[in-house]
């Protein structure tokens, strides 16, 4: 009883933003104010950034919900729909589903629910920016974007909901999932590009789009130019849309490249009503770096020191507004960050989210790419040494695709669950056509930031003035690819000198072992969460003696995979959202 009044009482504390939908024979009311809609039952808390983007439709023949924003609404417009873009969605989408949504752009996730056929059609876009979980069973159906919405309503009607050890495996050995497992086996995730179709004789997976290599002959030159023209229309759609609603341009800036360019090249493009966003350690490169930027351009700028390390504390706020999607302390203080901004004045927050894996490869050469996919690559952790299904690889044809799929788009983006508590938030990487263009170039270009490099020094050689984190400060031009090194063995000297000497890494924006092994209050908290839950019956022992090995013998990142997993388990478990 009281591990649930304290998970009632976080969940007020934590309002989530988001909906869901659920067939007329489920009760909902422990959500709050609920719309009843005839055929299904809604429940919404919306961020509202673009209502005239948003759909909401009951009439005679069907109900349509869209969540999120279209860049292409003209594209749909038709004599059916009376010329109304909310209409014309919805005939569209009557009538074609996989082309309608492989038509669509932008960052949305919905339903359809046919009233003569009784057929629901629930999707989420290309690439999932719009996050969609979903529990089938029979004539019983629910639809939302957040796990926790799910299992409250599970648990107020009595249905049992049983632990996932795959997905703890997951979390244990990548920090993200590589399909659409969550930890309640009944709750699965509707994969980027995808949409299900439920009716009374079961539910079916359509997928509409999914990334693929696909090189195309093109000398250097042309790929240079495709990859700049796709980059700037990415651009263009995500800052006209917010000048369509009068918003001003909230962009993330770091000392990195990919944030940067988004930055950079949205300003050489006339968007220069930004305000940049930062943050990171006290004098760390992202702190310098970022501001010195921002200063060149003009721009307002936020900074927030990670010092202070209280994000270190939000372990259970984390899991809640990722669904334990991926490792809790991910995004850091970035959280934090967007609790502290007035958001009315913005409409989308701009980051460079996967930007630098879109423009170059997760994979060092091109026999690592095209070579056939494998386990055991970009992983958190190795120490348990899990193996996985092979039916999860066999979805994809190499390794590049294995990777942008799932540490990509699984795992990277996950962040945006968070974000849209706050506010809506893209990246030019999450834009089809630009990847389409990207994995349409022949690797030895995208190889090694060959292209990504030329790019920058050839259309916006402003962007190359200043240093680039990867490098160690060294300025991203080619032509210091010596000084790059020279500076890479100094770092490899001063980071093993202060492991040695029990010194914060100087090479990091936010040296999380240090700060756990120096703050007390830090791990005293942490230590007695762990300590605390990890005797939970939900946990099968084997699990929780692996769990066990990887926190005391791990470093703070390994520690922060179990805390996900312990946190999962709280959340939907041990409070008593599931099981009864």
Known sequence: MQLREEGCRMREKMELKGWLAASRNLKITCLGKYIDLGVCVQYQNLLGKFPRDQISISNAEYVCFLDGYVYNKEAFLCPEGFGRW??????????????????????????????????VTAYTDHVSNKALYYYVDGDRWILSNYVDFIVRVLRANGIAGHFDETAARYMLSYGYML??????????????????????????ITQYYKLRCHEQPMTEDEALEKLDAAFRQAVAREFEKDKEYGYRHLVDLSAGLDSRMVCWVAHDMGYTEQTNLAYSKLGYRDDIISGKIAKKLGHEYLFRALDDVRWMYDVDE????????????????????????????????HTGIIVGATMTSYCRDRAAAYAKPRYGLNTYSTKLGYTFDEKVLAQ?????????????????????????????????????????TAFSIPFEYRMDNRLYLRWIEEKYPGAAAFGWEKWGGVKPKRSHIFFRKVKTTQRLVAGYFSRLLHRPDPDSMNPMDYWYERDENVRTYLDGMYE??????????????DMRRLYEEGNFVEKSLVLTVLSAVYLYFEDGTVNG
Do not use: W
């Open 396 to 436: 994809y044809e190499t390794q590049e695709e294995f990777a942008m799929n799932t540490r990509g788009l699984l795992g990277m983006q996950v962040s945006y669950m968070t974000r849209q508590n706050y506010i809506e938030c893209t990246a030019p990487s999450a834009d089809v056509d630009l990847l389409e």
């Open 318 to 349: 984390m899991t809640l507004k990722n669904n334990g999607a991926a490792i809790c302390h991910g995004m850091t203080g970035g959280n934090r960050m967007l609790q502290s901004i007035n958001m009315e004045r913005y409409g989308i927050e």
């Open 179 to 204: 399909d659409d497992s969550t930890y309640v086996k009944e709750i699965r995730r509707l994969l980027p590009g995808c949409y299900i179709t439920i009716t009374p004789d079961g539910a079916d």
């Open 532 to 545: 605390k839950r990890i005797g939970s019956a939900v946990l099968p022992r084997e699990l929780a003696d």
């Open 86 to 119: 909310q209409e014309s969605f919805a005939c569209s989408l009557s009538k074609d589903p996989a082309s309608h949504f492989g038509r669509l752009r932008g960052a949305f996730g919905g339903y359809f629910y046919d009233k003569e056929t009784n057929r």
